[in-house]
């Protein structure tokens, strides 16, 4: 197959959703061609996975596709909080269980940007269209048959459900974006841990031109109907017309999707509003599952597994798709380097020592978060405790990785911590800070993409260490000097010292890896920069002391 194969190109991505799509977007970025194949007929057309939070939001950011994501979320901007009430919309007392999602503005000192309502269905045309945009093969309508692996990559068989036509692909690597259920991961014979299936909905769209004047001023997110028999979830789609309900599915007692006709989610609806004479006009009906599971490796060999298809987690707080997203754009950065020639293929190793455990903890996080939400269906077993005590924001920006593709990390520093702290240290996401750079203001944020970055202060050796050792290994490895002097490249705020923002000594140093993540640090000034800096990439990226050539891109 490896002799005859129809397709050859250095990634395979399996599974044109959410995840797969920002997989081929961040592969887009790195420059690496890849296939993208994606069952079913297009994009999805079931407005579901709407949070996007303010870290994933950055990702989008440094990819250039934050403002069209922007534009199409639009509709919701205004929509805060978590409302709840005990009895019908309109006759019970309503109990915010989260008024805004940053009621004391404190992201803004740690992201340019903040989190967005947009649907699945709203930003994944933008995706595919950006990737495309920038040479990547997206295919809809093509279904994995098969695949297997060798020494040296990927062989697969795929499908064009349209015609029946059938291609062999080789691939050097396979990245599997494919679902809960996923077939890769089933393949690669990996096993799950967890609590399994916790509760199940079915997820209706409907139309209703009153219910807006019901509502009246009143924007959330989601609120969350508990009146007895017909308790629900009421999400706006566009605070006019569309919206969508879940409404608890109970399969376990015999129920089936069939016993949910257009009748019975009227009338539900209708009486978790309050409105018996509500006009509701059914539209789409699709079921789904929340279940806290997590796969117990996220690769093998050449394969490798992300978002659903590597973690399962309840959607009250929308951490599933954004951890997912996040999984991309790690692994996104490392495939890079391996194909480019930069790193050993023992980088993509820690994919896994990385992701696995900021899933876990985050998947508690998310189970813990819905029984406190009381989300409707879901009655937490038993045994399940309170969770982590750490906030949303926490959760979702303050993650590190104490041990991966770092040096000098703290393996005992819990993977998410109680409070938030991103002040540069090793395996935290690099502080926010307003710089000017050529008269135009960035954040530091937006210098991490595409290469490692070394922060330093003017006057000292640093930035021409790295400049050198860049030339001498073929690395990418930018550097920049920040200050408020001529000799700075990059020019920070008066009253604002960079090195404190990075808890640094006027002399030291800070490497950046692309996914924006501490991957060393200088405490000061060094007799040998050259020596240090070429020392520790080569021990971060795994590779051969020699430089190597550019590969498979």
Avoid at 407 to 424: A, Q
Wanted: with cysteine; charged share 25%; net charge negative.
């Amino acid at each position: 197959m490896e002799e005859h194969a129809d397709v050859r190109v250095p990634v395979l991505v399996v599974g044109g959703s959410l995840v797969g799509l920002s997989t081929s977007l961040f592969l887009s970025r790195h420059g690496i061609r890849h296939l993208l194949v994606e069952k079913h007929a297009g994009t999805s057309v079931h407005p579901r996975g709407r949070g996007i939070n303010a870290r994933t939001m950055e990702l989008f950011r440094t990819a250039g596709v934050e403002p069209a994501i922007r534009k199409e979320a639009s509709a919701l901007e205004a929509n805060q909080g978590i409302l709840q009430t005990r009895s019908s919309l309109v006759e019970g007392e309503h109990k915010w269980l989260v008024k805004a999602v940053d009621p004391s503005g404190a992201l803004k000192k740690f992201s340019p940007t903040g989190w967005c309502l947009c649907s699945q269905n709203n930003i994944e045309p933008v995706l595919a269209a950006q990737s495309r945009a920038q040479g990547a093969d997206v295919r809809f309508a093509t279904e994995l048959m098969s695949f297997d692996q060798d020494e040296t990559g990927v062989s697969a068989v795929v499908k064009d459900r349209e015609t029946g036509e059938h291609l062999t692909v080789r691939a050097d690597y396979l990245i599997a974006a494919d679902g809960p259920r996923s077939p890769v991961r089933e393949g690669l014979r990996i096993r799950q841990t967890g609590n399994g299936e916790l509760f199940h909905n079915v997820s209706i769209v409907f139309r209703s031109e009153r219910l807006a004047d019901v509502l009246g001023d009143l924007r959330f997110i989601v609120c969350y109907l508990m009146k007895p028999g017909a308790d629900g979830a009421l999400l706006p789609v566009d605070n006019e017309t569309q919206w969508v309900f879940h409404a608890p599915w109970h399969p376990e007692t015999g129920e089936t999707l069939e016993d949910f006709t257009d009748e019975r989610c009227r009338e539900q609806i209708r009486s978790a509003i309050g409105v018996p004479d509500l006009d509701v006009e059914i539209g789409g009906k699709a079921p789904w599952h929340a279940a806290e599971r997590v796969a117990e490796q996220y690769g093998v060999g050449r394969v490798f597994v992300v978002g659903d298809a590597a973690h399962e987690m309840c959607p009250t707080g929308a951490f599933g798709s954004n951890t997912g997203i996040q999984d991309a754009h790690n692994l996104a950065w490392k495939v890079a380097a391996v194909l480019d020639g930069a790193a050993g293929p023992e980088l993509l190793d820690t994919y896994e020592q990385e992701r696995l455990p900021v899933a876990r903890a985050t998947s508690e996080r998310a189970s813990a978060r819905s029984a406190e939400h009381s989300h409707p269906g879901y009655v937490p077993p038993p045994t399940m405790g309170g969770g982590p005590g750490s906030g949303v924001l926490t959760t979702a920006m303050g993650y590190c990785y104490p041990e991966g593709a770092v040096l000098g990390g703290d393996p005992s520093r819990p993977v998410i911590p109680e409070t938030m702290r991103l002040r540069g240290d090793v395996g935290t996401r690099a502080p926010h800070m307003w710089l000017t750079r050529a008269g135009e203001r960035i954040s530091a944020l937006d210098l991490y993409e595409r290469s490692f970055v070394l922060l330093s202060g003017p006057g000292t050796p640093w930035r021409e260490a790295a400049r050198e050792v860049a030339r001498q290994t073929g690395v990418r490895l930018d550097a920049y000097a920040i200050g408020s002097g001529a000799d700075a490249d990059l020019v920070q705020p008066d009253g604002v010292d960079w090195a404190e923002v990075h808890g640094l000594p006027a002399d030291g140093a800070v490497l950046v890896r692309p996914d924006g993540f501490v991957a060393w640090r200088s405490e000061g000034a060094v007799t040998d920069p050259r020596a240090v800096l070429t020392d520790a990439l080569t021990r971060l990226l795994r590779r051969a002391r020699h430089r190597a050539g550019r590969a498979g891109a």
